[in-house]
């Protein structure tokens, strides 16, 4: 007998192929629309071969996911309570989506409307997809600790995936009906630094988060608490904005370059901030080791979070305070020298 055909050689290509029956109630009506969505974003793990299944049981291990859990959610009679009554959700109404993006008053393209297709949830619906997702997960990490790397489960990767799948469509539900919630409040932060599709994008990522955390049993409602944290986001990314801006300046004046307010009655673009930041960046690129240090870590540039005091980088370079300041005062001439060669000033409107 060779060695490949041997019981011993079957054994180490073993692949756990043992029936996991997927939940009885899975045949519920009111879980259709979310198992049929499953279905259509879950990969057949059939054909895989075995490490690729021990790779992906350890990737479904490591995996986080996020739940609010219930007491109920473990007894048998969960599924049939939670999943008894319809939704009833509304459909898509194009008007109502295009009032809401004419309303956001930001010049936006009508495409955008599509975002705002979707009706707003009545308390009833929002509570009863809140826990839905919360109950699909709960048994997504249920069914994910009974795996077992050394004896890696096809149909129960699958099973895992395909709950973690329908949670994922009873939470975009919610995302969708609260969209315009985030089309209101981050127009309110849109100037000519802020754009409204960054600040749109990075608000649904917020909205998301939300969804997320949000425990639907203490009888809030959603948008009460979506509205802080979308609204804190914003806020957070403009302020971000504005202190960049605000250590190029400074930067900038250090050089010896020109950025009073008479002399750019409109604001740089944010083209061109980044096309400086780049030139900017190239010329940090010929300091040498210390003076690079020195003029990121005392104008809070790159990874330096706060500015230095000389005193601060002498100990850390092991040099007097004096010789950081002359260190300083060379890579600043650098850098003046090097602004006038390659004509910043040619970046202003």
């Given at each position: 007998?060779?060695?490949?055909?041997?019981?011993?050689?079957?054994?180490t290509?073993?692949?756990?192929?043992?029936?996991?029956?997927?939940?009885?109630w899975?045949?519920?009506?009111?879980?259709?629309?979310?198992?049929e969505?499953?279905?259509?974003?879950?990969?057949s793990?059939?054909?895989?071969?075995?490490?690729?299944?021990?790779?992906q049981?350890?990737?479904?291990?490591?995996?986080?996911?996020?739940?609010?859990?219930?007491?109920?959610?473990?007894?048998?009679?969960?599924a049939?309570?939670?999943?008894?009554?319809p939704?009833?959700?509304?459909?898509?109404?194009?008007?109502?989506?295009?009032?809401?993006?004419?309303?956001?008053?930001?010049?936006?393209?009508?495409?955008?409307?599509?975002?705002?297709?979707?009706?707003?949830?009545?308390?009833?619906?929002?509570?009863?997809?809140?826990?839905?997702?919360?109950?699909?997960?709960?048994?997504?990490?249920?069914?994910?600790?009974?795996?077992?790397?050394?004896?890696?489960?096809?149909?129960?990767?699958?099973?895992?995936?395909?709950?973690?799948a329908?949670?994922?469509?009873?939470?975009?539900?919610i995302?969708?009906?609260n969209?315009?919630?985030?089309?209101?409040?981050?127009?309110?932060?849109?100037?000519?630094?802020?754009?409204?599709?960054?600040?749109?994008s990075?608000?649904?990522?917020?909205?998301?988060?939300?969804?997320?955390?949000?425990?639907?049993?203490?009888?809030?409602r959603?948008?009460?608490?979506a509205t802080?944290?979308?609204?804190?986001?914003?806020?957070?990314?403009?302020?971000?904005?504005?202190?960049?801006?605000?250590?190029?300046?400074?930067?900038?004046?250090?050089?010896?370059?020109?950025?009073?307010?008479?002399?750019?009655?409109?604001?740089?673009?944010?083209?061109?901030?980044?096309?400086?930041?780049?030139?900017?960046?190239?010329?940090?690129?010929?300091?040498?080791?210390?003076?690079k240090?020195?003029?990121?870590?005392?104008?809070?540039?790159?990874?330096?979070r706060?500015?230095?005091?000389?005193?601060?980088?002498?100990?850390k370079?092991?040099v007097?305070?004096?010789?950081v300041?002359?260190?300083?005062?060379?890579?600043?001439?650098?850098?003046r020298?090097?602004?006038?060669?390659?004509?910043?000033?040619?970046?202003?409107?």
């Amino acid at each position: 007998m060779s060695e490949a055909s041997s019981p011993a050689a079957k054994k180490t290509k073993r692949v756990s192929v043992a029936r996991v029956r997927k939940p009885v109630w899975f045949k519920l009506h009111e879980l259709a629309a979310s198992l049929e969505a499953g279905e259509l974003y879950v990969a057949s793990l059939a054909d895989q071969p075995r490490p690729s299944l021990i790779s992906q049981t350890k990737a479904m291990l490591k995996q986080e996911i996020g739940l609010i859990t219930n007491a109920q959610f473990g007894e048998m009679s969960a599924a049939k309570e939670i999943f008894a009554k319809p939704l009833d959700l509304a459909p898509a109404q194009t008007e109502v989506a295009i009032a809401a993006v004419r309303k956001a008053g930001a010049d936006l393209p009508i495409h955008l409307s599509r975002l705002c297709e979707a009706r707003l949830l009545t308390p009833v619906q929002e509570s009863a997809l809140f826990q839905r997702m919360n109950f699909l997960r709960y048994h997504a990490e249920v069914q994910r600790s009974l795996l077992d790397i050394a004896e890696p489960s096809v149909t129960r990767l699958e099973l895992i995936q395909q709950l973690l799948a329908m949670a994922d469509w009873h939470r975009d539900r919610i995302v969708e009906a609260n969209t315009r919630l985030v089309f209101s409040i981050v127009k309110k932060f849109i100037n000519v630094n802020n754009q409204f599709d960054d600040l749109l994008s990075d608000g649904i990522v917020a909205l998301i988060r939300a969804v997320e955390k949000f425990d639907y049993d203490r009888g809030f409602r959603f948008s009460t608490y979506a509205t802080q944290v979308v609204r804190r986001n914003a806020y957070r990314q403009v302020v971000q904005k504005q202190q960049e801006r605000a250590k190029m300046v400074g930067g900038l004046q250090d050089m010896d370059i020109d950025v009073s307010d008479e002399d750019r009655g409109s604001a740089i673009s944010e083209t061109r901030w980044h096309e400086l930041r780049s030139r900017l960046g190239l010329m940090l690129g010929d300091l040498d080791r210390r003076e690079k240090f020195i003029i990121r870590a005392r104008f809070s540039l790159g990874s330096h979070r706060k500015v230095h005091t000389l005193q601060a980088l002498a100990d850390k370079l092991g040099v007097s305070k004096e010789r950081v300041r002359q260190l300083e005062r060379r890579a600043m001439d650098k850098l003046r020298a090097m602004a006038g060669e390659v004509q910043l000033v040619e970046l202003e409107p």
